[in-house]
């Protein structure tokens, strides 16, 4: 079976999927390409699990629960409804929204900053530095690592679907285990996730560490892409800027389209816990399904002209944040992120151009949809 690289757009290949083969067996990996296929998996934690570390063996996994526990992403439940609720706990909504006005004041100033070169790099200008900045104001540690965070956040994104970077996972947790709060001292999410505790459970360190891992790694590359694939698919979409900039309500609607257009998570996997079938395929115990999250965004029997960006579409039924229990917690912020970015380019920036990404510039994944660097070109209204 083909499956094109990461430096290949896959989206003619899931229509061609769609339509041909919406489930299909290549060795023991069952590729899924169908909306309604991939809601029903991921709805369904009983026969589809997320709790891959049963997988790996012995060994493997004890040598990663030396440092932290698994990520809530990976765990199914009673131990994913306990972890889950306890991290809510901590990441409220009046929380995130108490950030608006910060996030809005590094957008604006990152925005501004990009008055000083012609062609420059949107990525590293403004679609990374502003999520980066925000998750570590918000896990109290300092921005002067934000190298650091980068570097870490690269090796695991890449790492995925290729099996865990337990080096670099090491390493984060070491450096999170010493930014625990326990007495309470500060007021930063990290110290929050110290205090909270649901029925006399609170969380331990190694949890603590494994959540601002995935915190740092899922906000940080989930919002960086969002916001790269939204200025991309704007400029490429005839009318939709000057929309923007003339009606800034239409803003929220163009984030929900490119969540849908060119979702951040491309693909997200599960394995059967028994034998199954689904759409007519035979599923074994232990089988690993591969759901292609960007191609269900894109199914036409769900989103009429799925291949056409519109931001006017009534359909937000996407799943770009994921369905069932491991709905993105992240996602009210990553929203809030990228609405508030496009809202203050918008205001600042009458209009640009872009260097349209070779396949070289994508990310090397074949998971995260996004891009390393993205040249633009902006028109300020106020030189």
């Known amino acids: ?17 769609r339509n041909e083969s919406p489930v299909a067996r290549s060795g023991n990996t069952i590729h899924v390409f169908r909306y309604k296929d991939i809601t029903s998996v991921l709805s369904n934690y009983r026969i589809f699990s997320s709790q891959f570390r049963d997988l790996l063996g012995g060994e493997m996994a004890e040598m990663m629960n ?50 000083n070169n012609e062609w420059q790099d949107a990525v590293t200008g403004l679609s990374y ?28 994104a890449t790492s995925l679907g290729r099996g865990p970077d337990i080096e670099t996972q090491f390493e984060m947790a070491d450096y999170f285990y010493g930014k625990i709060d326990r ?29 601002a891992i995935l915190l740092l790694v899922a906000g940080n590359e989930t919002t960086t892409n969002l916001i790269t694939n939204a200025l991309l698919s704007v400029y490429e979409s005839r009318g939709v800027y ?11 609607s163009v984030v929900e389209e490119t969540l849908r257009y ?41 989103f ?33 992120e990228a609405q508030i970015a496009l809202e203050e380019f918008s205001r600042e920036i ?14 090397d994944s074949d998971i995260m949809y996004g891009f390393r660097k993205m040249l633009i070109k902006p028109e300020f209204r106020n030189m």
Request: aromatic share 8%; proline share 7%.
């Open 66 to 115: 030396q440092k932290t526990t698994p990520s809530i992403l990976i765990l199914d439940p009673p131990v994913h409804t306990t972890l889950r609720n306890l991290v809510s706990d901590a990441f409220t909504p009046a929380t995130i929204e108490s950030y608006r006005e910060r996030v809005r004041k590094i957008a604006s100033r990152l925005i501004k900053n990009m008055k």
């Open 350 to 363: 009458i209009s640009y151009d872009v260097k349209i990404p070779s396949p070289r510039d994508r990310l």
């Open 304 to 336: 009429p002209d799925g291949e056409i960006f519109n931001p006017h579409r009534e359909a937000k039924r996407h799943i770009a944040f994921g369905q069932g229990i491991h709905f993105c917690l992240g996602a009210p912020l990553a929203r809030m």
């Open 242 to 252: 000057s929309e923007m900039v003339d009606n800034p309500d239409i803003i929220p």
């Open 262 to 302: 060119r979702s951040p998570v491309q693909s997200t996997r599960r394995y059967a816990k028994v034998d199954t079938e689904l759409n007519g395929i035979e599923i074994l115990k232990d089988d690993i399904l591969c759901l292609y999250i960007g191609s269900a965004n894109r199914d036409e029997s769900i």
């Open 1 to 17: 079976m083909y499956i094109p690289d990461y430096t290949e757009e896959p989206f003619e290949w899931y229509k061609k999927m």
């Open 129 to 156: 530095l502003l999520p980066i900045t925000v998750i570590s104001e918000m896990l109290g540690v300092p921005q002067s690592d934000s190298d650091l965070f980068r570097d870490w956040s690269d090796k695991l």
């Open 183 to 211: 007495e309470g001292k500060k007021n930063n999410l990290i110290s929050r996730l110290s205090r909270v505790e649901i029925d006399g459970r609170k969380l331990t360190d190694r949890e603590i560490a494994g959540f």
